[in-house]
C-alpha cells in the first residue's frame, strides 16, 4: 500500500496547536487494534469467536 502522505500528521500538528505540553502518539498496527478489541469484548463478557 502506498501513501502519498503520513496519515496522522495533520491530527497531532492539530493537536500541538491545543496545548503547551509535548503530544505523544501511538501507532498501532492492525494486528494491535485487534488485539484491543479482543480484550474489549471479553471484558465485557463476550466469548471471542472460534
Do not use: E, F
Not at 496522522?8 to 485487534?34: C, E, F, H, M
Amino acid at each position: 500500500m502506498y501513501r502519498k502522505h503520513p496519515m496522522a500528521v495533520d491530527w497531532i500538528v492539530y493537536a500541538q496547536s491545543l496545548t503547551q505540553k509535548p503530544v505523544r502518539g501511538v501507532q498501532a498496527s492492525g494486528n494491535t487494534i485487534s488485539r484491543w478489541s479482543s480484550l474489549s469484548a471479553a471484558s465485557k463478557g463476550c466469548s471471542p469467536k472460534t
